[in-house]
T-cell receptor, first 114, second 117 residues
Framework: LAKTTQPISMDSYEGQEVNITCSHN???????ITWYQQFPSQGPRFIIQ???TKVTNEVASLFIPADRKSSTLSLPRVSLSDTAVYYC???????????????FGKGTKLSVIP | EAGVAQSPRYKIIEKRQSVAFWCNPI?????LYWYQQILGQGPKLLIQ????????DSQLPKDRFSAERLKGVDSTLKIQPAKLEDSAVYLC???????????????FGEGSRLTVL
């Protein structure tokens, strides 16, 4: 299973751009990288997914270098409401049976300060 | 569009008692997941269904946990007997995608918080 490593926590002021990097050194050729956001007392919510280079949506950008051993989630101009835990996941092929398992790590707790 | 529905939201039981959680996924989603999230940790996959078949239950403690998905729609997760360490939030998620190598978007419910005394 491809494992991920993220910083445990980060602080940022409102209005700043936040970059959270995730390391996944043993990512498999066909694995995708997905980021989720989780607020207290809620289930995780999908933010963005990518395979290589750069992906952008209305919420965030995802940067993936050519070797794909890491990825960076970029949140532009964060607000207090972006305070949450952010999880980086790598989609695994599991036992060749056509299924896959999404492995959540401990995530990065982002605190946005006024 | 209705989201993933879970019940109950909260449950308090004593150890050795049993408990059941219910999940109704988003309509048309073939894949359903049960996750366990212990306070301060990321969600841990317990079991994955595609339609009404089990795809992965390698991390399900089968001596006490069971899950079923009848008719490929609703699912129940049961714990019997419960232990103190089962105190956690049980999250249900569903997804449209289950192609090999591709990870689709998971839609999570709000979870069922279990406290075992």
């Amino acid at each position: 299973l491809a494992k991920t490593t993220q910083p445990i926590s980060m602080d940022s002021y409102e209005g700043q751009e936040v970059n959270i990097t995730c390391s996944h050194n043993n990512i498999a050729t066909n694995d995708y990288i997905t980021w989720y956001q989780q607020f207290p007392s809620q289930g995780p919510r999908f933010i963005i997914q990518g395979y290589k280079t750069k992906v952008t949506n209305e919420v965030a950008s995802l940067f993936i270098p050519a070797d794909r051993k890491s990825s960076t989630l970029s949140l532009p101009r964060v607000s207090l409401s972006d305070t949450a835990v952010y999880y980086c996941l790598v989609g695994d092929v599991y036992s060749g049976a056509g299924s896959y398992q999404l492995t959540f790590g401990k995530g990065t707790k982002l605190s946005v300060i006024p | 569009e209705a989201g993933v529905a879970q019940s109950p939201r909260y449950k308090i039981i004593e150890k050795r008692q049993s408990v059941a959680f219910w999940c109704n996924p988003i309509s048309g989603h073939a894949t359903l997941y049960w996750y366990q999230q212990i306070l301060g940790q990321g969600p841990k996959l317990l079991i994955q269904f595609q339609n009404n078949g089990v795809v992965d239950d390698s991390q399900l403690p089968k001596d006490r946990f069971s899950a079923e998905r009848l008719k490929g729609v609703d699912s129940t997760l049961k714990i019997q007997p419960a232990k103190l360490e089962d105190s956690a939030v049980y999250l249900c998620a569903s997804s449209l995608v289950n192609r090999v190598y591709e990870v689709g978007e998971l839609f999570f419910g709000e979870g069922s918080r279990l406290t075992v005394l």
